[in-house]
């Protein structure tokens, strides 16, 4: 009945992957760095390692929440809340509780303070990534 997806990088490619099971609430942590409005992914590698980065960098892991919305969607699921530390965002299959409403990313996006901290001395994270040689894959 629950799903709570924590890895500290490929957790996009992993929920996507995951077929054979349909719990009826995912708990996923995502990347408050990406901010409330960009739709993005770090790309899949088996071999990804966040401790292998250094500085600014540790922060290029996971997806940020809209990605995971729109994933979410595309498999069932609602976004219902996220946590107060702007960490993990709560999903519901759509077929649980109706009564309980979907909340866009933006209104339930919330910054992890370390996060916000480091965006405000880096700006747009995407351009920072992309000049770092750190790719990310936007999600529709």
């Known amino acids: ?3 709570s997806l924590d890895v500290d990088g ?3 490619w992993i ?7 349909a719990p009826r609430v995912v708990v996923v942590e995502y990347n408050s760095t990406f901010g409330p409005t960009a739709s993005v992914t770090i790309p899949y590698r088996r071999e990804f390692d966040r ?3 250094e500085g600014h960098d540790r922060l290029y892991f996971g997806a940020s929440l809209t990605a995971l919305a729109r994933l979410g969607a595309r498999k069932g699921y609602r976004l219902i809340a996220t946590d107060r530390s702007g960490t993990n965002a709560v999903f519901l299959r759509a077929d649980v509780a109706p ?3 979907e ?3 933006g ?3 919330r910054w992890l303070a370390k996060h916000r901290s480091v965006v405000n001395k ?3 994270p995407v351009a920072y990534f992309a000049q770092r040689g750190l790719e990310l894959v936007t999600v529709e």
């Open 1 to 3: 009945d629950l799903l």
């Open 10 to 12: 490929p957790d996009y």
């Open 122 to 124: 880096i700006g747009d």
């Open 51 to 53: 401790r292998a980065l």
């Open 107 to 109: 209104r339930a996006f």
């Open 103 to 105: 909340v866009e990313p």
């Open 99 to 101: 009564e309980i409403p």
């Open 15 to 21: 929920w996507e992957a995951l077929t054979e099971c």
